[in-house]
């Protein structure tokens, strides 16, 4: 008499998540909105510049309407870097935009 005997198998759990996984994306993903209605606020503020001034940073009305254009979770001042980059053949940016296309995020 042969009995065989079947081991039990693992119960798969179903993948979730830890608390702190979430947390962290749940952050990284508020932060990214704040940067996004920032970046709006500076994009804002470049469309009330003249011509010769937007030429002057390297950008035009059509690279603002662009901008723009993103969707609204996304930061258009990315976009607008990109376009400065190329119009300056990939010379630095970040010491030549004027003081009011720097954003400065206060936390209270």
Known sequence: MSCIAESPKAVSQPWLPSTGAM?????????AIGRAIAGRCVLRE???FDDR???????????LRSAAAEPLYRDPT??????????RGGRSTRARLP???QVNVISY
């Open 46 to 48: 470049l469309a009330s």
């Open 78 to 87: 990315s976009l607008l870097a990109g376009r400065v980059d190329e119009s």
């Open 23 to 31: 947390l962290g994306w749940v952050g990284r993903r508020v932060g």
């Open 53 to 63: 001034m937007l030429r002057d940073i390297g950008l035009s009305r059509h690279d």
């Open 99 to 101: 003081r009011t296309a």
